[in-house]
């Protein structure tokens, strides 16, 4: 009798256990369902290949190796309503994946954090999202969409945030007093992607080895600050920065180095740029059509060409260090008394016919250049360069001196062994 | 073909004017080196690298067509040509003996000035970038390779020292300096859609013109030509674009020695 109660124990234990796993399992979803408000839902590590819906107020929170999996049409996670809470999540996309986006997100005052999102298509899509924070977030795309896509989605934060291989690192389009802060955006068509959409703030974010630093189009009274932008260069039309149709916005002490065009300006008023380092960019800065923009104490090193610029109007370019001007102090108040100016024989050339850019520091062209001088007032000008650069440097790391030693004597030794030979009477 | 590489190379070693190249490579790298000195760390194309090319591109083509045309046209007016004439030795054979003698001694002289250039720069605490420098070594000496043969070339056709320095200078100053300013004139002529393969026919036809293009798409500047020439910039960069030079470099050579040999052999019974 009493092993009978024992199996019948036994077998009861294992279905309940069996069922509970089952359950599990089946519908995370209705586990979520069935939570109160401001509840918090631990997720053990595995792999839920489920697509969710959030649409109350909870906290879900995974820990390391929590995994969602989305291969369907839907969203892995779709976040509506207010104050959800994510943390510690990975969300890899499939390859099959035809889904929209890893997280779909609407409503406010969300908080995501740890976040980690693989190969899949869109990282975030962010639809009227409003006051909600991102921090500490990893999206490693496929090139083919952006990593963070908002749309009429104001007020957000986002922090430390890593992103490569995708289109854009961020897009928004119409939406207003959004801040990025101390974002990595690497090998992508796009770092940051601005339209239409003002009071953005962008500060110490770094974007490297994509089509474009930032493209800023479209905005007012916006920041861009402490920001690098390297090694944009890749591309036949690669830039730093670009900003068309920007006005009364700010840009100041951002690292611009090694891009093609350090920064493009086009259509743009009412701007101040001050403090930044243009260097050993092709190109330091471009301007076109640009009008009453203060340009004022701004570092220019080592670009192949420092500016080029056409018909700006009321600009303030003044107190700028050029590293390519010629200098001359005659009172000693630190600036030269020889005016800089941006000759635009050269992009109107080859503004009108695009295959000239081969000529791009020709030696004859520097001639050419010479000889045909633009008429004074098409030129812009900065009427009193700095004569030392005030900025910080950012010197290199130390080169391997043993092996240019090396080199170098080599050079040196094959050389005089050779003319030592030459001479020597037979 | 050995005897005539060592004879022009032993000669050259023993002239005097020799020694004034070394001294001047000496001087224009290390003031390029010294200039970088305010400058951070130089590893891709920036102004200094713009300038040193235009420099370079100033000078090796012009010294070089000059070296390689006095050292044929020098021959014909002291008679040694026709003393040669006597000696079984054939046109090619004279030929490629004295570009090996001449490439031997003038590219020693640039290696050790650029080497005495690299310590100077080194000693006085500059940042410089191997691959970089090593860049501008190579490019030199493609330059002294191409221009040395088209002097030699120059000197089969001029008749005189006076005539082949005219000739060397003109030829320089159309394909170094007014370059752009011929090629934008001339294309202003034709239709529109035609400048740009027309340019980049252009290109291929001045040596000096490929040399600069391939080096800058080589440090990974070629973005800056823009879209024009996207494909040229992808050819360049993949694994060919380094078989494009060798062929290019050999295609040149066969070109313009087979020129110079018809030249020659119709001058050797004059």
């Known amino acids: ?426 | 073909m050995r005897n005539l590489w060592l004879s022009e190379w032993k000669t050259m070693t023993r002239q005097r004017s020799y020694y004034l190249f070394l001294i001047l490579w000496v001087l224009v790298f290390s003031l390029l080196f010294l200039l970088e000195r305010n400058n951070t760390g130089i590893s891709s194309f920036t102004n200094i690298t713009g300038t040193i090319v235009n420099i370079l591109l100033y000078l090796l083509p012009l010294f070089m067509m000059i070296i390689g045309s006095f050292s044929i046209t020098n021959e014909m007016e002291s008679g040694q040509w026709h003393l040669l004439c006597t000696y079984p030795v054939s046109i090619p054979t004279y030929l490629v003996g004295k570009l090996a003698g001449l490439m031997t001694a003038q590219a020693t002289v640039f290696t050790l000035s650029f080497g005495i250039s690299m310590a100077i720069g080194l000693l006085s605490g500059i940042q410089l970038s191997l691959p970089w420098l090593l860049g501008i070594y190579l490019f030199s000496l493609l330059l002294i390779y191409v221009f040395l043969i088209l002097g030699l070339f120059l000197g089969t056709v001029a008749t005189t020292r006076w005539k082949a320095l005219m000739t060397s200078v003109a030829i320089w100053f159309f394909l170094i300096m007014i370059w752009p300013t011929a090629l934008i004139a001339l294309l202003g002529l034709v239709p529109y859609p035609l400048i740009d393969p027309l340019m980049k026919i252009a290109m291929v036809l001045n040596p000096a013109e490929f040399l600069r293009v391939f080096l800058i798409i080589q440090w990974d500047s070629g973005a800056i030509f823009g879209g024009s020439y996207d494909a040229v910039v992808h050819l360049f960069q993949s694994g060919t674009g380094w078989s494009i030079l060798i062929g290019y470099m050999i295609a040149y050579l066969l070109i313009l020695f087979s020129l110079s040999i018809l030249c020659l052999r119709r001058r050797r019974f004059l």
């Open chain 1, 1 to 426: 009798m009493r092993v009978v109660v024992k199996l019948f124990f036994m077998a009861v234990m294992i279905s309940l256990l069996g069922g509970k796993e089952a359950f599990a399992e089946a519908s995370l979803q209705s586990q979520i369902n069935a939570l109160p408000e401001g509840a918090v839902l631990k997720l053990q590590e595995g792999i839920y290949d489920e697509a969710i819906v959030l649409k109350r107020p909870i906290v879900l929170e995974g820990e390391k190796g929590t995994i969602f999996k989305s291969c369907s049409s839907k969203p892995a996670l779709t976040i509506t309503g207010k104050n959800v809470s994510l943390k510690h999540i990975k969300i890899v996309g499939c390859q099959k994946a035809e889904s929209s986006s890893a997280i779909y997100l609407s409503g406010k005052q969300h908080q995501l954090e740890d976040i980690t999102i693989e190969g899949s298509n869109l990282g975030m899509k962010l639809d009227e999202v409003k006051n909600s924070r991102f921090r500490a977030i990893t999206i490693t795309g496929r090139t083919k969409a952006n990593g963070f896509d908002l749309w009429e989605s104001h007020h957000n934060t986002f922090e430390g945030i890593q992103i490569d291989h995708v289109q854009d690192g961020f897009y928004m389009e119409n939406s207003h007093y959004n801040t990025f802060r101390g974002n990595t955006i690497n090998d992508s068509r796009y770092g940051l992607h601005v339209m239409f959409s003002d009071n953005i703030t962008a500060s110490k974010n770094v974007s490297a080895r994509n089509f474009t630093g930032a493209m800023v189009m479209g905005t007012h009274h916006s920041v861009f600050e402490d920001n690098q932008l390297i090694e944009n260069n890749q591309n036949v039309n690669a830039q730093g920065l670009l900003l068309f149709d920007v006005h009364d916005s700010t840009i100041r002490h951002n690292r611009i180095s090694d891009n093609r065009v350090g920064m493009f300006i086009e259509d743009s008023s009412g701007n101040k740029m001050v403090g930044n380092e243009f260097s050993a960019n092709f190109v330091g800065a471009q301007m076109n059509r640009i009008e009453k923009n203060v340009i004022k104490g701004n570092a220019f090193i080592s670009n192949v060409n420092d500016f080029q610029a056409t018909d700006g109007t009321d600009n303030t370019i003044q107190k700028n260090y050029w590293d390519a001007a010629l200098k001359l102090d005659t009172d000693g108040d630190g600036m030269s008394n020889l005016a800089y100016s941006a000759d635009p024989f050269f992009l109107h050339l080859t503004m009108e016919t695009p295959p000239y850019q081969l000529f791009f520091q020709h030696p004859g062209m520097m001639l050419l250049q010479k000889m045909l001088k633009s008429p004074e007032e098409l030129l812009v000008t900065d009427k009193e360069p700095l004569m030392k650069n005030e900025l910080k440097n950012h010197i290199q790391p130390e080169q391997q001196r043993t092996i240019f030693w090396f080199i170098c004597l080599a050079m040196i030794f094959a050389s005089l062994l050779v003319i030592y030979f030459g001479r020597k009477k037979t």
